[in-house]
C-alpha cells in the first residue's frame, strides 16, 4: 500500500480509520508494512482519534505484550509517549492486564507520570476511598514506584484531604524515615513546632527522636523545643531526662 500510492503511515492510518476498521487492524497493518514499532504506532493511533482503549488492546495483540509482570511498562511508556492522560491509560492498562494497584503504580512512573496525576488515577480507577487503609496502601505503593515523601505528601493531600497527624503516622508506618517525613510535612502542612512535635509523637516516634528532630533538622531554639515537647504531652521530667541541653531552662 506504501510504496503503490506512496503514502504515509499517518494518511493510511486515517484513511482505514475513516474506513471503520479498529485499532488492532490498523497496528497490524503498519507493522506488516510499514515495520512500525511499538511507540511509533501508539502516536500514529492516538493522532488519528482512536481511544485508548482500543489502542491498548490492539498493541497487546499485535505486539505479543503479554506479560502483567513486565509489557505493562512498555505499553505505559508507549501511551505516555503518544499523549495518553494518566487516567485513561491507568484504566486501560488495568482492563486489559488486571494490574494491581502496586504494579500500576510503578508502571505509571516508569512511564514518566508526575505523582499528582498517578495518585488521582490511582484513586479514581481502583475506586480508593478516603480511609485510613487506602491512603496507606497509596503511599505504600507510590514509595515503591520511587515517588519521594515531599510529592507524595502533597499528592496524598490534595487527592484525600489527609490530616498532619494522619499523614506523619501514614509515612512513618510505610518506611520514610524521620528526616524525610519532617521535611514532607513541613514542606506540604508548614505546621508550627507544637503541632509538628505532637505529630511526629502521635505517630510513634521517641521523644528523643523528636526533640532532636526539632532543634537539627527545623533548627529550633531551645525554648521553642521544649514549649512543643511540652504541648505534644511529655512532662518536665521526661525532656529534662532525655535533653541535657534544656537543662538549663527547668
Known amino acids: 500500500m506504501s510504496s503503490a500510492y506512496n503514502t504515509t503511515k499517518e494518511e493510511v492510518t486515517s484513511l482505514l480509520k475513516d474506513a471503520g476498521y479498529a485499532a488492532g487492524e490498523v497496528s497490524n497493518a503498519l507493522k506488516s508494512v510499514y515495520n512500525s514499532g ?9 493522532d488519528a482519534g ?9 498493541l497487546k495483540s499485535v505486539y505479543n505484550l503479554n506479560s502483567y509482570r513486565t509489557d505493562v511498562y512498555k505499553i505505559a511508556s508507549a501511551l505516555k ?12 492498562i488495568r482492563s486489559n492486564f488486571g494490574s494491581s494497584l502496586g504494579r500500576m503504580a510503578k508502571a505509571l512512573e516508569s512511564a514518566g507520570y ?3 496525576g498517578v495518585t488521582s488515577a490511582l484513586k479514581s480507577v481502583y475506586n480508593l476511598k478516603n480511609y485510613s487503609s487506602h491512603v496507606k496502601d497509596t503511599v505504600s505503593v507510590l514509595k515503591n514506584a520511587g515517588y519521594e515523601a515531599t510529592e507524595v505528601t502533597g ?9 498532619l497527624d494522619r499523614m506523619a503516622k501514614t509515612l512513618k508506618n ?11 510535612l513541613k ?21 528523643k527522636e523528636v526533640g532532636d528532630y526539632l532543634k537539627k533538622g527545623l533548627g529550633y531554639g531551645k525554648k521553642t ?26
Do not use: H
Open 225 to 250: 523545643v521544649k514549649k512543643a515537647l511540652k504541648s505534644a504531652g511529655y512532662s518536665n521530667k521526661q525532656i529534662k531526662k532525655a535533653f541535657g541541653w534544656l537543662s538549663s531552662l527547668f
Open 187 to 207: 514542606s506540604v502542612y508548614n505546621p508550627s513546632a507544637d503541632a509538628m512535635a505532637g505529630a511526629l509523637k502521635d505517630a510513634g516516634y521517641e521523644l
Open 174 to 184: 510505610v518506611g520514610y524515615d524521620l528526616t524525610k517525613v519532617g521535611s514532607a
Open 81 to 92: 509517549d503518544a499523549g495518553y492522560g494518566v487516567t485513561e491509560v491507568s484504566s486501560a
Open 38 to 46: 511499538l511507540n511509533a504506532t501508539a502516536n500514529v493511533l492516538k
Open 114 to 116: 508526575a505523582v499528582g
Open 50 to 58: 482512536y481511544a485508548v482503549g482500543g489502542v491498548t488492546s490492539g
Open 155 to 163: 499528592a496524598i493531600r490534595s487527592n484525600f484531604g489527609s490530616s
